[in-house]
T-cell receptor, first 111, second 115 residues
Framework: RKEVEQDPGPFNVPEGATVAFNCTYSNSASQSFFWYRQDCRKEPKLLMSVYSSGNEDGRFTAQLNRASQYISLLIRDSKLSDSATYLC????????????FGSGTRLLVRP | DAMVIQNPRYQVTQFGKPVTLSCSQTLNHNVMYWYQQKSSQAPKLLFHYYDKDFNNEADTPDNFQSRRPNTSFCFLDIRSPGLGDAAMYLCATITGTPSSHNEQFFGPGTRLTVL
């Protein structure tokens, strides 16, 4: 089983749609959770951290469910510019500053 | 302003010919990482430095070596590139203070082609 698993997609949605991605992680001792965004042939960039209580940043909402070991990302009112790959990232249990990346979920927002 | 700089952005080498990729950072961060990312795959950590302390991942091939002569610079040396080493190589930094929500800052990557 992979340490971080994501549905690779692609999710193909119209502009204005709401879309949600889930990610599961295997190590219950993980403490830090993130969503990174990666555009085609570019480097990953932090989208948002994920806190236990859930957090929101504009159109983006992240949730953490420790009991079920999954993280979610909700994007409301999708824009064309949201088209990218979204990487679920979890810290390794043996180190707070080593991260494990999921393979990413690809989102395509169409006009 | 660029914070993590990688050179070159594109590198072509021949099978078996040594190649060096470079990374520099203006953030004065303690920790620097090298990742390998192949198409449609997750970035895979090769090794990292915490200051001068080198930490190799258990599954990183011996073909990959690294040097960090000072805080700002880190190099990835591939001693004998094989076709399977063609990938994007990403350098990243993080503040070294142990914290549960450290952001990793990535450079733009070097795309390596092996002929």
């Amino acid at each position: 089983r992979k340490e971080v698993e994501q549905d690779p997609g692609p999710f193909n949605v119209p502009e204005g749609a709401t879309v949600a991605f889930n990610c599961t992680y295997s190590n219950s001792a993980s403490q830090s959770f993130f969503w990174y965004r990666q555009d085609c042939r570019k480097e990953p960039k932090l989208l948002m951290s994920v806190y236990s209580s859930g957090n929101e940043d504009g159109r983006f909402t992240a949730q953490l469910n420790r009991a079920s070991q999954y993280i979610s990302l909700l994007i409301r009112d999708s824009k064309l510019s949201d088209s990218a790959t979204y990487l679920c990232v979890v810290n390794r249990a043996d180190s707070s500053y080593k991260l494990i990346f999921g393979s990413g979920t690809r989102l395509l927002v169409r006009p | 302003d660029a914070m993590v700089i990688q050179n070159p952005r594109y590198q072509v080498t021949q099978f078996g010919k040594p190649v060096t990729l470079s990374c520099s950072q203006t953030l004065n961060h303690n920790v620097m990482y090298w990742y390998q990312q192949k198409s449609s795959q997750a970035p895979k950590l090769l090794f990292h430095y915490y200051d001068k302390d080198f930490n190799n991942e258990a599954d990183t091939p011996d073909n990959f070596q690294s040097r960090r002569p000072n805080t700002s610079f880190c190099f990835l040396d591939i001693r004998s590139p094989g076709l399977g080493d063609a990938a994007m190589y990403l350098c990243a930094t993080i503040t070294g203070t142990p914290s549960s929500h450290n952001e990793q800052f990535f450079g733009p990557g070097t795309r390596l082609t092996v002929l």
